[in-house]
């Protein structure tokens, strides 16, 4: 199997529309790179994510790429709780698409292939 960040872009790029505003890893810039982005970092020290409505709200961010790389370090960082996270992604967005992946979305630990989940943010 080869390893290709182009066609993992490819299949994220279908879900989301050109020029959205984008909360991800830094990693997906590169293929982003044409949307208004928001790394993960950037709300990393801020408690707790549900509280960070407002501020994504205030920066009109409409998709979020999260990714077992983004949601393991957030909580492995002492950022958030898991709990956190997955209470605001619950109630404050909605799923719009799961892609697996051997190569990319990365988490701890060794699988059979990653998870890395588009969430549209609600308004």
Request: charged share 25%.
């Amino acid at each position: 199997m080869e390893c290709e960040i182009g066609t993992f872009i490819a299949q994220l790029k279908q879900h989301i529309s050109r020029g959205v505003r984008l909360h991800e890893q830094p990693t997906y810039w590169f293929g982003f790179h044409e949307h208004p982005y928001w790394a993960d970092h950037y709300f990393a020290y801020k408690r707790p994510y549900g509280k960070e409505v407002k501020r994504l709200r205030r920066l009109r961010i409409q998709y979020i790429i999260a990714d077992e790389f983004f949601l393991n370090v957030m909580v492995d960082q002492k950022h958030f709780t898991k709990q956190e996270i997955q209470t605001f992604l619950k109630n404050e967005c909605g799923l719009v698409a799961t892609i697996k992946d051997f190569y990319y979305g990365k988490g701890y630990g060794t699988k059979k292939y990653n998870v890395t989940r588009i969430y549209k943010v609600i308004y």
